[in-house]
């Protein structure tokens, strides 16, 4: 069975960099779909925020672009993000999704970040 | 982007009941719409892709419909596990967007 497994530091101070990773098990990263990255903020809204492909090729969206990387490593089937100069409205709970096209077919359970001093 | 308008807000049902939410978008996106089920522990469960196709293992008593600008989503019959946070998605413009969600509460 495909599983996803975010993890990473709870508090982050403002301006420094938001680093987590998403541990996949049964399912083969390099093998095909979408790896994703997706939060929801305190309001509940939800944010689709860039992905990885198989390949290797990354799409962010526009409107955090800037300043996140999605990068992977593929001898231990994970993903990462990272998300620089946070500010106390990053604060989320993040979580990692496999996607076929834009389906989000499985999903981490989440792993909730707040940027505070 | 496109904005995508759900409603209601939150919902308060009873079991056994027959239930519909809603998810405008604010212009057309030719069915390609998703519905997911949030949890209170966090868990999110996919449920229906492109407006109207069950994911494997979803119960028969959830079913989607629309076109154009609107879409809903149906659930038959209330069964308890249902009570939970439904969010919409929209995957024909980039970037992909989210309804704010829809909280199916117990009356």
């Known amino acids: 069975e495909v599983q996803l497994q975010e993890s990473g530091p709870g508090l982050v101070k403002p301006s420094q960099s938001l680093s987590l990773t998403c541990s996949v098990t049964?399912?083969?990263?390099?093998?095909?779909?979408?790896w994703n990255w997706i939060r929801k903020f305190p309001g509940n809204k939800l944010e689709w925020m860039g992905y990885?492909?198989?390949?290797?090729?990354?799409n962010y969206n526009p409107s955090l672009k800037s300043r996140i990387s999605i990068t992977r490593d593929t001898s231990k089937n994970q993903f990462f993000l990272q998300v620089n100069s946070v500010t106390t409205e990053d604060t989320a709970t993040y979580y990692c999704?496999?996607?076929?096209?834009?389906?989000?077919?499985?999903w981490g359970q989440g792993v909730m970040v707040t940027v505070s001093s | 982007d496109i904005q995508m308008t759900q409603t209601p807000s939150s919902m308060p049902a009873s079991l056994g009941e027959r239930v519909t939410i809603s998810c405008r978008a604010s212009?057309?996106?030719?069915?390609?719409l998703n519905w997911y089920q949030q949890k209170p522990d966090g868990t999110i469960k996919p449920l229906i892709y492109?407006?109207?196709n069950l994911q494997s293992g979803v119960p028969s008593r959830f079913s989607g419909s629309g076109s154009g600008t609107d879409y809903s989503l149906t659930i038959s019959s209330l069964e308890p596990e249902d009570f939970a946070m439904y969010y919409c998605?929209?995957?024909?413009?980039?970037?992909?967007?989210f309804g704010a969600g829809t909280k199916l509460e117990l009356k």
């Open positions: 492109y407006t109207s």
């Open positions: 990885i492909n198989s390949a290797g090729s990354t």
């Open positions: 212009q057309g996106i030719s069915n390609y």
């Open positions: 999704a496999r996607s076929r096209y834009l389906f989000f077919d499985y």
């Open positions: 998605q929209q995957y024909d413009s980039s970037p992909n967007t």
């Open positions: 049964g399912y083969s990263i390099t093998s095909s779909y979408r």
